[in-house]
């Protein structure tokens, strides 16, 4: 798929019946972490006769620019945890984007630290051992981690930080990863393991939000996820993305975890 990379002048989004093409303005990340609802996007309208150009104005927007740029009118759309919070300030697509793989989390830690939780049985041997969890500002997980008693550190301005700031004894023991995220990010930081024995689950997806502008679109982007998922066409492009990485991780032998989602 190919990508533009335009300067950022202003919101473009335009849809025409009679040519059925939409252009979206939307965000990247250097590790590419986007490209999945990128790609989500443009087979799922594509499926329904419908042509998507994507234009990314940078090579990298960190999560925080991207909700502003949203707000702003200045992306089309973005991916975020569903929220009720985020009901409110923009206009859902109300198809959960990775079929709830997002709330299905696997620790991220310090090489060293790869057997700490060997023992643990429950969520109160969890609890028991201490550890902390760091998270980005406004992350959905936060809720979470309270609403289950967990300890956490909250790292505002730019999240990948936090790779760096894992440690044994120090602030932050773990970062949690969805099942879907962790396999990539491990291979970019080789210093740190995936945790092999814990698998965290809490119920919750990604979804798509979309700006006053673009709000208009919200009935043509359900209608196309809807049918992706009803055809297995989202199934298929989640096994081309990650089917290889869930057989890694070992799922069917992982102690799970249940958190109560608020």
Request: proline share 4%.
């Amino acid at each position: 798929m190919k990508l533009a990379c335009l300067p950022l002048l202003w919101f473009i989004c335009s849809l025409s019946h009679a040519g059925e093409a939409l252009e979206l303005v939307l965000p990247a990340s250097k590790d590419g972490s986007h490209e999945y609802y990128h790609e989500i996007l443009v087979r799922s309208l594509a499926a329904q006769g419908i042509e998507v150009s994507i234009i990314t104005p940078y090579s990298h927007i960190p999560q925080k620019r991207s909700v502003r740029l949203l707000q702003s009118e200045m992306l089309s759309l973005f991916w975020m945890i569903e929220t009720p919070e985020r009901d409110q300030q923009y206009t859902k697509v109300n198809v959960g984007l990775t079929n709830g793989l997002i709330g299905k989390r696997v620790l991220l830690v310090p090489k060293q630290d790869r057997r700490r939780y060997s023992q643990v049985k429950s969520l109160a041997d969890f609890k028991a051992l201490g550890v902390v969890g760091g998270f980005g500002a406004n992350w959905f997980d936060i809720e979470v981690w309270q609403a289950n008693d967990l300890a956490y550190v909250v790292r505002d301005g730019e999240w990948r930080a936090l790779y760096g700031m894992l440690s044994t004894t120090g602030g932050i023991n773990y970062f949690s990863r969805g099942i879907n995220e962790i396999i990539a990010e491990q291979r970019q930081y080789p210093y740190l393991a995936i945790e092999p024995h814990l698998l965290l689950v809490y119920q919750r997806d990604f979804v798509f939000y979309l700006n006053k502008q673009t709000a208009h679109l919200k009935p043509i982007l359900e209608s196309a996820l809807q049918k992706a998922k009803a055809s297995g066409l989202m199934e298929q492009i989640i096994t081309e993305y990650w089917g290889e990485h869930f057989r890694q991780l070992n799922l069917q032998n992982r102690l799970t975890l249940k958190l109560i989602t608020p």
